[in-house]
């Protein structure tokens, strides 16, 4: 793990300028993971995503189709409600509402998404039957519910007490602002290339806690939280939504592998283009991304230190640092 990444020393880094921005060209390279390929692997944002990775894993190792790999992996943090960034635990909308977005996308380049999702403790599979069973690519709040219904999927509270006391403590100064790294885990996107090469994607939320009723960020949309494409490569993100709303980043990442960028470059080429339009917000907002190519190989990037990834390949589940633009402040 060690040597398996140099990281360039930013203390040159004071605040985003030009100057840093032609730095950061110079020296982007540096992040270049030593790859090792080989499949099937999986990759998901945040190191506690080992658990999804492992799930994802056991069905990998077995021959099995990335696409229910990474169902399965998404599905392990939307159950637990120590998770306070996705499914049931997850922190409420600033009204008490846990609302949930997620997407889904296989091999041959189906989607499937769900935004504005309430009570339900799975949206992924909800998106999966989207996906499968209905002519549409997004259902929304209301419809998006009755679906569920209608397919199986049970009525539950996802308000844990712990979120509920959160959005309390909250209420009292009711501030609204975006926190970088909060716990090191946060929105899972997850992308697998099984034995066969089929690449798949998945990326779950209950979205940016506190946001205004009826929000919706990136993770349910198809290019931007999350893409897939067959004869490419796949990518994922986390972070401030509206970023990578107005960006597509992870359809950006995708193309950029296909014109011939490795994982790594892609996913810095993605970062810089928030960063040169978004220069202000960056300084306190996060985004991370990670991508895998239809050969195994890997790459991850993040607006400011702190982000790392979980990735299952050649019999290892190991949690790695990713590349980062703006280093963390020293207290
Ligand atoms: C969103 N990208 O709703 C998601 C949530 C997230 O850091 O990853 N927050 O904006």
Known sequence: MSTRRKFIKHSVL?????????????????????HRKGLPVVIATWGPNTKATAAAWDILAKGGRALDAVEAGARVPEADPKDTSVGYGGFPDRDGHVTLDACIMDEFGMAGSVSFLQNIMHPISVAR?????????????????????????PHENLLTEEARQAWENWKLKSEYKPVINVERHDTIGIVAVDQLSRIAGACTTSGAAFKMHGRVGDSPIIGAGMFVDNEVGG???????????????????????????????????????????????????QVGFIAIDKKGRHGA???????????????????????????QKKN
């Open 235 to 285: 990518a994922a993100c986390t972070g401030l939504g509206e970023m990578v709303l107005r960006t597509l980043g992870t359809f950006l990442v995708v193309e950029e592998m296909r014109r011939g960028a490795s994982p790594q470059k892609a996913t810095e080429i993605a970062v810089k283009r928030i960063l040169s339009k978004y220069p202000k917000q960056c300084e306190e907002a």
């Open 301 to 327: 990037f993040a607006i400011h230190q702190g982000f790392n990834f979980a990735m299952y390949q050649n019999n290892e589940n190991k949690v790695y640092e990713a590349g980062f633009i703006i280093p």
């Open 14 to 34: 004071g605040g985003i300028t030009l100057n840093s921005f032609e730095i950061l060209n110079k020296s982007a390279q540096l992040f270049e993971p030593q």
């Open 129 to 153: 039957k989207v996906m499968e069973l209905t002519p549409h690519v997004m259902l929304s709040g209301e419809g998006a519910y009755r679906f569920a219904r209608e397919q199986g999927f």
